[in-house]
């Protein structure tokens, strides 16, 4: 079992750069590939980012890439989605997940997800 818990979230203006935290507790936090999935208003659930358990190598989404860096600290049980270039297309709520296959981009391919986290760029 794993609980996760994101934080980071909040108001910025277009070209502006959040970093999203996603806290674990639970065991093997390393096992785990961690996802960052978006959701806005009215649209289903969109694959941003995963890191995978082992070397914590990343996949992105066309959409955000160069432009978002997810990585993990297994230290600490936790995962970081640094944002910068943000656009208002960004805006959403953001969640964290965890699932034991790597590279995975479906939200059913992940067993435990966050609350989400709110982001919303202003233009």
């Known amino acids: 079992q794993v609980q996760l818990v994101e934080s980071g979230g909040g108001l910025v203006q277009t070209g502006g750069s959040l970093r999203l935290s996603c806290a674990a507790s639970g065991r093997a936090f390393s096992s785990y590939a961690l996802g960052w999935f978006r959701q806005a208003p009215g649209k289903e659930r969109e694959f941003v980012s995963t890191?995978?358990?082992?070397?914590?190598?990343?996949v992105y989404s066309e959409s955000v890439k160069g432009r978002f860096f997810a990585y993990r600290e297994n230290a600490k049980n936790t995962v970081y989605l640094q944002m910068n270039n943000l656009k208002p297309e960004d805006t959403a709520v953001y969640y964290c997940?965890?699932?034991?296959?790597?590279?995975?981009?479906?939200?059913?391919?992940?067993?435990?997800w966050g609350q989400g986290t709110q982001v919303t760029v202003s233009s």
């Open positions: 890191v995978t358990w082992g070397s914590g190598s990343t």
């Open positions: 997940a965890a699932g034991l296959k790597n590279g995975r981009r479906l939200a059913s391919e992940y067993d435990y």
